[in-house]
């Protein structure tokens, strides 16, 4: 089967051009994975080279040892994908003690994947295990209107949570859990994956301070929608902070109580504080 015309590479390569659209990807900025289903890794093996080198990931990922994922290129540039996606995304499987990887299509020329692999990975690992497979999706791009709030906002769950419940009722139905934050840290590295993906434990989105956003999800739709709210509720929040830094009115947590018996939402009590 032609690998292109694969339903999970084209949905893979269709979000790195939303994406791109939506000015979350200048030059080389984000990253994406998607880890493959047994059907979707059948599908395409007759294409798997054996040519390319067991290289470090950078970090132990046991629970994902055998798994395939498909992934964007280091230093590749999002807007680049649609155009040659065998030379900017590639699929890569994890060896059996889980801390090495073998590119096994695409990333022509010696390509790598993302620096942000560990995160990737570890994330991956992380929702593998809380979502019962279910989740398969890691997406990171960089959201002016986020990384702006983390300039003025404290660097904590509960504020960015609260603060972008209030500015749609849509938030809370698509992030009941609330958000979570890393303060600044040098990305790439093991240490901030460690972060990271101890907070997706509780989490589905995480923002890194100065920097972006981690979405998790079920499949590339839930996870670019993720992102997409969030963003759309930091840009509102960025323009009622530049209208006027004390709000008028607003959904305020008895709203938000409401909402949540009505939808069922559960929400947890530490983000329903007074203010
Ligand atoms: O350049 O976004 O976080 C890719 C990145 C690194
Ligand atoms: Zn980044």
Redesign the pocket.
Known sequence: MDILKTDFIRDFIKTTDDGYKQGWHER????LSYRMKESDVEAVREHFTGDRPWMDIGTRVPDLAGEYFVITG?GKYFRNVVLHPEANIGIIEINAAGDKYKVRWGLKDGGRP???LPTHLMNHEVKKKAANGAHRVIY?C?PANIIALTFVLPLSDKVFTRELWEMMPECPVVFPEGIGVVEWMV??SREIAVVSSDLMKKYNAVIWAH??LFCSGEDFDTAFGLAHTIEKAAEILVKVLSIRPDKLQTITSENLRELSKAFRLDLPEEFLYDK
Request: hydrophobic share 0%.
């Open positions: 080389n900025g984000g990253n280091t993302t620096s942000e990171h960089h990305p790439g920097h972006g």
